[in-house]
């Protein structure tokens, strides 16, 4: 029979390795609820015209890495492959525009058909936040902070560094896009078939490209900053001024873009090299065109994303969980009882373990092996009197103690 296994690219997550993408989680809860927050749960599959339109198709992800399959009614479906085209789509669908500005998150599964690497795998967790109908800077910079904070509070300050860019407004992106145009023209031998295709129909996306041919390319393209009007200038000064305030330390990277064409204004990721390679922790930007582009409206929006094993992969040093107390029961007729002390403790806030089976001997092992600071031990004898022997795992030191006492005690 042939040995079970996991399906390249995918993983089981347990212990230490779960209590550090949990604990990713909930810190991200815990800021950006904070912050206005209210998280939004979406289907893990989608039409996937969904992926299709706010992707591209042009992209990596829509041309090679969706997971698409044919329903049974002969519907095209695709498992996500990020968050952000179901958040909005949810948005769209539910008529949620009488709620602007809207703040919302999502976490959970994502996948992607690609090579598996260190922190990049074909299924992951995202965890992303989404601002719509805020079209000021000073939501850019909210949203940065919230982001920045966020790390701080998973201990990763000092490990990360904020870049940002701008790629300005509708007018600053087609003066850029013909400058570029022009430059990938004079190159053209030199870009691989991939930035050759994308060049007729997006070249902004020949920018991402991880070919090292055309990343030589790339290397002396025209700066985005030179094609900003005086709007987006001042938008960009504004958006860097209140970081400034907020004392967020940043650097500006003119080599930063978004490839999709809905992207305008701020873009910025927090970049680490703790992870080989593959640097960017958390990347997000501002969308003023998805909206409309998936039949919403004019609607402007900025979110950021994270992969939360990457992420996970930085946490050195967890917080300790709380050592349990184990009830050991001497013997089976006294079993009910150690189950009665057990769920007292625990309805009392407190983490309990039972030990189940094995002679006494066995059961302390066990408990010693959970790292147990107290065992509460149930004999017949003890119960017969009111009482049962609390003993400290840790000295060694024990005594009997009533009952009815035992949280005190315990406590």
């Not at 002390?341 to 309990?352: F, H, P, V």
């Amino acid at each position: 029979m042939t040995k079970l296994q996991s399906v390249r690219g995918t993983y089981d997550l347990y212990g230490e390795a779960k209590r550090k993408t949990k604990r990713v989680t909930r810190i991200a809860e815990e800021v950006v609820e904070k912050y206005g927050f209210e998280e939004i749960e979406t289907p893990i599959f989608e039409f996937t015209e969904v992926f299709a339109r706010n992707l591209g198709d042009t992209s990596d992800i829509v041309t090679k890495e969706m997971y698409c399959f044919e329903d049974r009614g002969g519907e095209s479906l695709t498992l996500r492959p990020e968050g952000t085209a179901g958040a909005i789509r949810a948005f769209v669908s539910n008529g949620l525009q009488q709620n602007l500005p809207l703040k919302i998150y999502y976490q959970g599964p994502m996948f992607r058909y690609e090579r598996p690497q260190k922190g990049r795998q074909r299924q992951f967790t995202q965890f992303g936040v989404e601002l719509l109908g805020a079209e000021t800077p000073q939501a850019d910079v909210e949203i940065i902070a919230m982001a920045y904070e966020f790390l701080e509070k998973l201990g990763l300050d000092g490990q990360v560094t904020v870049e940002v860019n701008s790629l300005g407004d509708d007018e600053s992106r087609d003066a850029y896009r013909q400058k570029l145009v022009e430059y990938l023209n004079a190159h053209y031998d030199e870009l691989s078939d991939d930035s050759k295709a994308r060049l007729e129909r997006n070249p902004l996306r020949v920018l991402d490209s991880k070919e090292d041919c055309d990343k030589n390319v790339v290397a002396n393209a025209p700066l985005y900053a030179d094609s900003l009007n005086s709007a987006s200038r001042e938008f960009f000064a504004s958006v860097l001024s209140g970081l400034d305030r907020l004392g967020i330390k940043y650097r500006v990277n003119n080599r930063l873009v978004r490839g999709l064409d809905y992207y305008t204004h701020t873009v910025f990721e927090l970049v680490t090299d703790k992870l080989g390679a593959q640097g960017t922790v958390l990347a997000g930007g501002r969308y003023n065109g998805l909206v409309e582009q998936m039949g919403g409206g004019n609607v402007t929006g900025i979110g950021w994303a994270c992969g939360v094993e990457r992420l996970a992969m930085l946490l050195d040093n967890l917080p300790e969980t709380p050592r349990p107390i184990v009830v050991i029961p001497v013997t089976d007729e006294v079993n009910t009882a150690a189950l009665e002390i057990t769920q007292k403790l625990r309805l009392n806030g407190l983490y309990a373990e039972q030990g189940y089976s094995g002679n006494i001997k066995k059961r302390m092992i066990k408990a010693n092996k959970i790292n147990a600071k107290l065992a509460v031990i149930v004999g017949p004898d003890e119960l017969a009197r009111g009482e049962v022997v609390l003993k400290n795992l840790d000295n060694g030191e024990q005594k009997n103690i009533a009952v009815a006492n035992i949280m005190k005690e315990v406590k």
